[in-house]
């Protein structure tokens, strides 16, 4: 970028990790967004647009500039500074790829101001190398189902468009950091165990892709890897998982670390399990989000969008 007046847009999803069996390696992008409005500045400075944003430093320690000036430095470029407006939709520390957002954010916003001219494959590795695993860096970079691996010498994601099916995300009033989460996982697994959870996965996977949502919901309830361990961390989520089969959802799973839990529900059925879970859960958030096919998006801004982004900050 060169010129001062010009006025840039990131947009990111949120995602949701996991499905149930596919641990750290299956991703699905949902229609909650974290945005960058910014332009060159003298000095970095960041605004929040958001009561989620307002707890984060305001000059270049915030965790997206660092991320940013990480990401130039790995080709060589120093970064000229920015001021950043920040707004977010989407809740932190829930499960619902915050940390990996902001980091998708701060590699797209080296890419527009260090015109580094990054591949989505490219930004995939960079986010994949932050975030440690490619689920919830590779839903929020493509859009729609990401199915990875991540090493440190390599990292392979395809990606899907998921059409047909609605997605309900239970939202608690509280948070639960992933290193918590991560802490009550064991170390290892017997053989016998690992090899149900990896056919779990597959199936998982062959299901989406064959649109046989009543059989993904099956695999949801099937994991080995994660969500028996996790169970005490969320209560709420065996009582979640009889209210929505009960109401005739497809299936339920804890939402990546959680504490969220996300359910699949065909159309006809969306309303009544919104209904009931509300009713059962008056203190939670009870969304239906729409699946984000497109990922990441960065725009140069018109001269009408910058007077409505006036418009906001007033």
Known sequence: MSADSEMFLIRVPASTANLGPGFDSIGLALGLYLEVHGSLSDHWEVIPLSEEMSVFPGDDSNYIV?????????????????????????????????????????????????????????????????????????ASVYGGLVVGLHTEERTDVLSFPIEGVKVIAVIPNFELLTEDSRNVLPNSLPYKEAINGSAAANVLLAGILSNDWNLVGKMMQNDRFH????????????????????????????????????????????????????????????????????????????????????????
Do not use: M
């Not at 991320?67 to 829930?94: D, F, H, M, N, Q």
């Open 66 to 138: 660092q991320i940013a000036k990480k990401t130039a430095a790995s080709y060589g470029k120093e970064l000229s500074p920015c001021r950043l407006y920040v707004s977010s939709e989407i809740p932190l520390a829930r499960g619902l790829g915050s940390s990996a957002s902001a980091i998708v954010a701060g590699i797209e916003l080296a890419n527009l101001v260090g015109e580094l001219h990054l591949s989505d494959e490219e930004k995939n590795r960079h986010a994949s190398l932050f975030e440690g695993h490619p689920d919830n860096a590779g």
């Open 227 to 314: 969500q028996p361990y996790r169970a005490e961390l969320v209560p709420h989520l065996a009582q979640i998982e009889e209210v929505v089969l009960n109401e005739g959802a497809y299936g339920t799973a804890l939402s990546g670390a959680g504490p969220t839990v996300l359910c699949l529900v065909s159309a006809e059925k969306a309303g009544s399990v919104i209904s009931s879970l509300t009713e059962i859960f008056p203190d939670f958030q009870v969304k239906e989000l729409q699946i984000d096919n497109d990922g990441s998006h960065t725009a140069i801004l018109s001269e009408e969008e910058k007077k409505e982004l006036n418009f906001i900050k007033s």
